[in-house]
């Protein structure tokens, strides 16, 4: 472009900013007037007053937005200059911007493409990733250190450049960095991730990054809902230091950013729609209307149903004047037998809920479900938003092809699932599962450990999958949302986000199996030799063997072919699979490949210098895995390698050791030998060659291990994850205390401290530890949840299975018919889409306590607490923090101002079904609220007599106590029978009120 066009254009958009109008207001005067009181360095410009003055201008601007935009930031500059010549002589003339802002298409993250690159854009999304605030260079100040001059150099993009040459003395190389003369302005990156309502069914989310820069950054925290102006950009995605790849990815070069904040979403709200909403909420029967509207799929429920319609509802937030605020949200916890529809009650309520998302399991982690620091490749901080903030987890999965390493065998898991015999049960999730125990290779975050996978599920999966390559030669077929390790600081990756030259975490030996068969060293040699010499296969293995297999004798310098071979031989000849060498011992295993490296090894020497070696044994892909496995056990890296003919052969890495291993045993390695060390090689890394997605239709599998949560599978570490809330890790369980009472998340990690809002309601599910809920035990002894979480819940249903002709044929009944006629059998009152507009226009009223419900509320909350002992947990603050929740949920969700003593009537109708069903000590059949804060009085007053009883039993001696004298006496109380007098004495060890001094025998602290 032109000098000319360029002043044409400043001239055009200067003369828009000084004379744009509004009934005789100039606009955009006013704007610097109030940008310079503010001391701001930008000015914003609505977009539509661009279009009504100039279409054209309007226009260039989004085609062309690198030849607008600076030219703007002139235009307004020489106009700040007309408006106040002295603030504009403090600035530097291209520090002042113009932020676009108003944009009339807004696209999704989704619909952002290649056909967008350089336009000017909006696009709006959720902040998930924020990094650390960086000062960018804009002008570089490069001093010659050869005569001393002063050379500037403009900077774009985020690589340093120097001028080519000195523009005095042309001297090319001494330049160097002045920093304190060179300008510089505020960087950072944040990542945005499409709207959970946007997602298309099925679909993993799409993001990427925005760059910002000036008074726009730090704008944007983690969860924030955003619309982000700006200009696309490509970058390459970088292969190596040395190489770029033909792919390339998106990055906006953002100018403005508008925060949404946590807002609800925008709707469609039209004059009808009110009057109708109006219209439910003043009938009659407007409350059971909407009950019945929430899950209409779901049969009964009658109780949990009023209880999520009034979570969805909530109840306002209350600021006071220090800056403390009174949680407004309600939570639920649903405890119920596996098939009582807990899952879909979840997952209606994340479709329906104006923000909401389902989350499950061990894919849950404590930074899954909060916040996490992250570095990323470019050694920038970044700040990622959990799911209570944010985001979700799916449930990932290996293919059926993937072959598990158990230390005796490699096994397809398919194979493995049909071998197991254990019976099938559903988890919550309705993936099938057996229980077993599998030997698994683990991480334990320093090194490679034996561990054991306690489940093995499937689930039908159709659609994409990711098939990584790894340097090893093998290839892993996960689904998109499988974790894999890295070696980075945030060690899990998903393998949609895999790139090539990606390093993953590999092991670097193999656990050893637990036993082994007894072959002699020349047994597995000749074995060796056997299978290398004419590729026989497992189906003429024992034939060979029986035969003697005489031709090797001649041809490796009458080395003895036994005659009279052991019983472990003979197992061999009847089981005669390949599979069976990994049950070697390591030396007849180095033995076993000394025989494969005489018969079909191929040495490769320069000057006397071997610089390769490779192994030619097999067709079979499976038998060369074997093979791969076996070496790794043995602590050696090999890989697989296309031969010229197309087939696989394995080439050996770890030249030394494989060479000093089989010396031993091997007729071919006489002489003297020097290795050519070309590169150090890396152990513990495998890097990622080849990333490809396939379509997959079929059964995907998982493990369930615990502790490290990962096992080994293609020589890298994978994920691994199961779907219930009561599974989750305690430390993650944990990291939920702080979201659910206080409604933050606080990280304090990697330089950057700052609390994120996480304003949500939670509504969990969990299974009872025995599978069925035993009405004969306290609620705490039939979950695996901790007290402290526990106790966070407003309301606590149990949802159990009870065999009820009458209610199983009404049952029965709805799903036939809903099946039937593809629809719901009882047509709800309110349909799904109206009664979110419902939910969404109840979130405006803010109802206040009246006199009538506050003294309804007190009244109930004395009479509990006085109708229970001293030594009893009575009723407490929290649950009459719940009852005026409920209460005003119940007014909001009518559309009242006030709430009524109905209101408090219904609140109070919650609790106490609550309290009836899980506040129940089933000692006494009496409501005790120990039973939900830790132990009954029924359970105290037992642990009381417990120490007492052994006090004396003890004796002023401190006598060890013996196990079956104590339980004896325990049960001489009469207040134990002898299965609880058991499971005190475990209680009490547990506790550590007691410890066992020797065998049987125990004494207390």
Known sequence: MSQLTESKYIEELENFLKTFNIKGNYKYRERLDIAIAENKMSLVVDYDDLLTYDVDLATKLIQEPDKLLPAFDQAAYQTLRYVNPDYAEQLKRDSFKVRIRGLPQKLSVRKVGSKELDKFISVSGMVVRTSELKPLIIKGVFRCLKCGSINEERQTGLILKKPSMCKDCNEKKSLELDVKNSEFIDYQIIRIQELPEELPPGQLPQSFDVSISGDIVGLAKPGDRVIVNGIVRAEPETISRTSNSRIFKLRIEGNYVEILGKELETFELTRE????????????????????SVAPSIYGYETQKEAILLQLAGSPQITLSDGSTLRGDINILLIGDPGTAKSELLKYVARLAPRGLYTSGKGSTAAGLTAAVIREKSGIMMLEAGAVV??????????EDTEIYTGHSLIPVRELWDNIKSPVYITKSGREAKRTIIPIGVYNNRTDIPGFAFAIMRRRYKGEIVKITLSSGLTLRVTPDHLLRTNLKNPWIRADKIKPGDELRGPTRLFKPSIYLKIAEDEGYTLGCIYGSSNINQFRLSEAIQEGYYGIVSNLGGYTLLSNYTKEVDFLLQNSSLDNILLFPDRTLWAFLAGIFDTKGELLCIKDKIIEVKLYISKSKHELLVLLYALRRLGIYAKLQKDRKGFFVIQILDLLRFLNGIKPYSVRLVHKYKIYNKKKLRKGVEKVVKVEREYYDGYVYDLSVNKYHNYEVALVYVHNCIDEFDKMRPEDRSALHEAMEQQTVSVAKGGIVTTLSARTSILAAANPVFGKYDPRKNITDNINIPIPLLTRFDLIFVLRDIPDRPK?????????????????????????????????????INPILTKEAEEKLLEYYLQ?????????????????????????????????????EEDALRSISLIRRMLETVGIDVKTGKVDLGVLHGKPLSERSQLMIAIEVFKQLEGPQKNPVEEKTFIEALVNTKRFTEEEAKKMLRNLINSGQIYESKPGYYNKL
């Open 273 to 292: 729609d009110e009057e109708e909403i109006k219209s439910i909420a003043s009938k009659p029967n407007a409350y059971d209307m909407l009950i019945q």
């Open 864 to 900: 509990l607490r006085g109708s229970m002992s001293e030594d009893m947990i009575s009723i407490t603050p929290r649950q009459l923090e719940s009852l005026i929740r409920l209460a005003k949920a119940r007014a909001r969700i009518l559309l009242r101002e006030k709430v009524t």
């Open 390 to 399: 944010l985001a979700d987890q799916g449930i990932a999965c290996i293919t």
């Open 808 to 844: 199983d044929e009404k049952l029965a009944r709805f799903l036939l018919e809903q099946h039937k006629k593809a629809q719901y059998p009882i047509e709800p009152p309110i349909g799904f889409d109206k009664l979110r507009k419902y939910i969404l226009y109840s979130k405006r």
